[in-house]
Nanobody, 124 residues
Framework: QVQLVESGGGLVQAGGSLRLSCAGS????????MGWFRQAPGKEREFVAA????????YYADSVKGRFTISRDNAKNTVYLQMNSLKPEDTAVYYC?????????????????WGQGTQVTVSS
């Protein structure tokens, strides 16, 4: 089992940057594929980015491609989401998720473990 804790959210102006972290506890963190999702007020939770267990594969939603970068440090049991050129429409609660798999996934129901979320607010 994996427990996930996100951090790094906050308030930033449009065009700014933030780096989110997701710290995992438990054994075999490197055996888990990881994903970032977000949920804006009044909207459904949506996929943002995913990374394979090794970090060798990544995948992004079109809305963040070229602006966000997902990475991981398995020695630190941590996954990151570097967010650049932030826009007001990026405002949401950001969640990290994990599934014990060699594949990457973009759908919520493919993930077994979730963090509590961290708020990101981008002002115009």
């Amino acid at each position: 089992q994996v427990q996930l804790v996100e951090s790094g959210g906050g308030l930033v102006q449009a065009g700014g940057s933030l780096r989110l972290s997701c710290a995992g506890s438990g054994r075999s963190f490197s055996s888990y594929a990881m994903g970032w999702f977000r949920q804006a007020p009044g909207k459904e939770r949506e996929f943002v980015a995913a990374i394979s267990w090794s970090g060798g594969g990544t995948y992004y939603a079109d809305s963040v491609k070229g602006r966000f970068t997902i990475s991981r440090d398995n020695a630190k049991n941590t996954v990151y989401l570097q967010m650049n050129s932030l826009k007001p429409e990026d405002t949401a609660v950001y969640y990290c998720a994990a599934v014990r798999s060699a594949s990457m996934y973009t759908r919520e129901y493919d993930y077994d473990y979730w963090g509590q979320g961290t708020q990101v607010t981008v002002s115009s």
